[in-house]
Structures are given as C-alpha cells and as structure tokens.
C-alpha cells in the first residue's frame, strides 16, 4: 500500500484541511500519515476561531520518522500555520524525498482574491519556497497570482491562464495545475502545465454555478490520492473534478442551509464508482 505524509492543519470543525485529506485518501485505498501544523477551533473564515501553532513539532516528528526510517510515497502539504514553519517543511522535505516520492504542494493561503486572515502580506513569499521544492503544485488562482506577483481579477482568459501556468513553473514547480478555471460562470475545472514537454492539460466541465469553502482541500486530497492509486496526474485530475461537481451537485440538492463545506462524506460511493473499485 502506499503512504502519504500530509502535513497541515487540523481545523476540528469546518470540513477542510486533515478532515478531508484523511477520509478522502484513505477511502482511496492510500494510507495517510499526518504531521499536523496547528490545531484549529474550526477554519480561518468562521468568526472567534481558536488556534495552536504546533510549529515546534514538526522538528521532533520528523526526527522520529527518520530515526524509525519510514518511507513516504508522497509528501502532500497544505495550510501551514505560519511563517516560522516554512523552513521546517522546506527541511522535511530534504530529509525524507527520495528518488520515489512525489512532493505535491497545495499552497492553501488565500481564495476569492484575498489572503486568509491569519497571514500577512509576506507569506506567500515564503510559500513560493515551499512551491519551488514541489514536483506538482495546484493553487487556485488567487493563490497563485500572489505567488507569481500577478494582479488578480476574477475572470482570466485561457493565455493568461497559460502564462500563470508558465509562471508558476518558473518558480521552480516542476507541473503546475491551477484550479477553479472556468471562462463562464457555469464552468469549473483546471488547467495544468509540464514545462518539460511544453504541454498544456485543460479539463473544464459544465456545474452548478455554487461556490463552497474547503472544495480546493478536496480536490488537492482526490489527486494525489487517485495518483498514488496508480492513475497519471491528467486521470486523477479528471477524477477530482469530477468528484468535487458530484459533491456540490449533492449538497445544493440536499436543499440544507449550508454555511461550510460540501458534503463529500456523500459522494464515497460515485467517488469508489469513478476509481473502478466497486
Ligand atoms: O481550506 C483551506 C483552509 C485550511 N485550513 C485553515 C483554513 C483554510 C481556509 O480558510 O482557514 C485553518
């Protein structure tokens, strides 16, 4: 079976970060370690939430890891809690790549054309050096304009889709995926880069034009789950995309005020469906 470290936050309600990862790869069959970079009352988004830095436990884990010599198939990193944990995961990197595990990096910091509150106008800075170590990264497109020096705006045209792709790339991503690429308001979907082929991937399908908050956390979750299940990164994306339209296509038929997340927990068995396991 393959192994997973994800390193993220917990946000202990709130549909995100390692509530998702975790169901999500281990329905996929993957087992998913975690190295947990904070400990949150609920997401950065609900009003009051409580939070615990865990930055000076990442050292001691990795420590542990190398020492037991664990073997990771993929490193997958998502929200990071601070500034100060940059280095650490930069470093966790470095101790435990080898020539078989895929760093896949999900710069989670911002959405809709804003940072998330908890980070200053640095961190994406410092999350481009985590980007630069990655072999995949999949931002959305706020994420990556801040990391490539781009104004956003909310609509993009598919050449300046492309030369965000590029850009990314020359950070020193080896692929890069954007997600929520749509060029009308009933699309969504991505567009992916591989610098050494010059090639572009583009999967764009027709949605329910809702938006929910922690579906980017699904989607990094799906592929690198589907990936290490043994599909190319354009079948898992295609995978992702897909699952994520069946999860919003069931929360707005669901009919509930939903103030947070999808109800993926839901959608397991069209996921299971589209993987040829059941
Ligand atoms: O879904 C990304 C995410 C992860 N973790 C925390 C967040 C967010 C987005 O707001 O606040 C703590």
Redo the contacts with the bound molecule.
């Keep these: 079976m393959k192994r997973i470290a994800s390193i993220?936050?917990i946000?202990c309600l709130g549909r995100?970060?390692l509530t998702v990862a975790l169901p999500v790869i281990s329905a996929i069959g993957v087992e998913c370690a975690i190295v947990p970079t904070?400990v949150?009352s609920t997401?950065?988004?609900f009003q009051g939430f409580t939070c615990k830095d865990l930055s000076d436990q990442i050292r001691p884990i990795a420590d542990h890891w190398e020492k037991e010599g664990f073997h990771f198939d993929a490193l997958y990193t998502?929200?990071l809690a601070s500034a100060e944990q940059i280095e650490d995961v930069c470093d966790f990197f470095d101790r435990f790549r080898s020539p078989d595990t895929l760093i896949f990096v999900d710069p989670?910091m911002a959405?809709n054309g804003r940072l998330?509150p908890?980070f200053g106008p640095e961190f994406p800075r410092e999350m481009a050096k985590v980007c630069a170590k990655a072999d995949i990264v999949v931002p959305n497109l706020t994420e990556a304009c801040l990391l490539t020096d781009t104004p956003y705006k909310p609509q993009f045209t598919e050449d300046e889709v492309k030369e965000l792709l590029r850009k990314l790339c020359a950070l020193g991503a080896k692929k890069a995926v954007l997600t929520g690429v749509g060029f009308t308001p009933t699309e969504l979907g991505v567009m992916a880069y591989d610098p050494e082929k010059d090639e572009y991937f583009t999967y764009i399908v027709d949605h329910l034009p809702q938006h929910y908050?922690?579906t980017?956390?699904l989607f990094a979750s799906c592929t690198i789950g589907a990936m290490m299940d043994g599909r190319s990164l354009e079948d898992a994306l295609k995978v992702a995309v897909d699952f994520i339209i069946e999860c919003i296509r069931i929360t707005v038929a669901s009919g509930k005020e939903k103030y947070y997340g999808v109800e993926f927990e839901r959608a397991f068995p069209f996921l299971l469906k589209r993987l040829g396991k059941v």
């Design positions: 993220q936050d946000s995100c970060s904070a949150l997401h950065t988004m998502g929200y989670a959405d998330y908890a908050h922690g980017g956390d």
